[in-house]
């Protein structure tokens, strides 16, 4: 019902990528991500629908061919299937949420 930041554990995935699963419900999931500037979440997809808020720093991106350019307050929606990729602009923060849930680590598993 509730997350506390203190308590959520890091998963830190390598070359300067740190998540943090907030947790799930039934149709819904929700991830922090840390990323140092230059870090990639490399090209790819999944059957979940995304939302992502940048909550610092921002993010070069690719969705469905599409390139743009990310900053603090900025956001995104991904459909389900369409490939996709991140670059950190500096060291960013963001929030993505899934629907259905996303057990595996996007970028990294499915």
Request: aromatic share 10%; with cysteine.
């Amino acid at each position: 019902m509730y997350c506390f930041k203190d308590e959520i554990p890091e998963k830190d995935l390598g070359k300067g990528v740190v998540l943090k699963v907030l947790g799930h419900i039934e149709h819904l999931s929700v991830f922090h991500w840390d990323m140092a500037d230059g870090s990639v979440v490399a090209e790819h997809s999944h059957p979940q629908e995304q939302f992502g808020y940048v909550i610092k720093g921002g993010f070069e991106m690719v969705i469905g061919g599409e390139p743009a350019t990310l900053k603090e307050g900025d956001s995104y929606f991904i459909p389900a299937d369409v490939p996709h990729y991140f670059t950190a602009i500096g060291q960013t923060e963001a929030i993505d949420v899934f629907s259905p849930i996303r057990i595996g680590v996007p970028g990294v598993d499915a």
